[in-house]
């Protein structure tokens, strides 16, 4: 049985920075592509950061435009573990958050996704 685990959501002020995290169990890890994905209230499910094991050429990492060069997607292989290192938060990045993979390659749209996290909460307040 798959199973994702988010951690590390909560309330921080603008321009503060949080560690969102991802334990991933039932599945082989390197084998699937992990996302970030996040949903906020009135609105519909986006895409905010990918990475995907390359055996060849390191691994393939894609951002939502609304987050590059402020957000941080990386993994640990040996914890089964992908983080979201998110700093310089904005009002707007407000959402839950949850964690999603699937198997073959990166996609950006969430009903292509199996498998998911319950989500976890970030508010940035203003």
């Known amino acids: 049985q798959v199973q994702l685990v988010e951690s590390g959501g909560g309330l921080v002020q603008a321009g503060d920075s949080l560690k969102l995290s991802c334990a991933a169990s039932?599945?082989?890890?390197?084998?699937?592509?992990m996302v970030w994905f996040r949903q906020a209230p009135g609105k519909e499910r986006e895409f905010v950061a990918a990475?995907?094991?390359?055996?060849?050429?390191?691994?393939?990492?894609n951002y939502a435009d609304s987050v590059k060069g402020r957000f941080t997607i990386y993994r640990d292989n040996a914890k089964n573990t992908v983080y979201l290192q998110m700093n310089s938060l904005k009002p707007e990045d407000t959402a839950v958050y949850y964690c999603?993979?699937?198997?073959?390659?990166?996609?950006?749209?969430?009903?292509?996704?199996?498998?998911w996290g319950q989500g976890t909460q970030v508010t940035v307040s203003s």
């Open positions: 999603a993979a699937r198997s073959g390659s990166i996609s950006q749209r969430p009903y292509e996704y199996r498998y």
């Open positions: 990475i995907a094991v390359n055996n060849w050429n390191g691994d393939v990492i």
């Open positions: 039932g599945l082989t890890f390197t084998g699937h592509p």
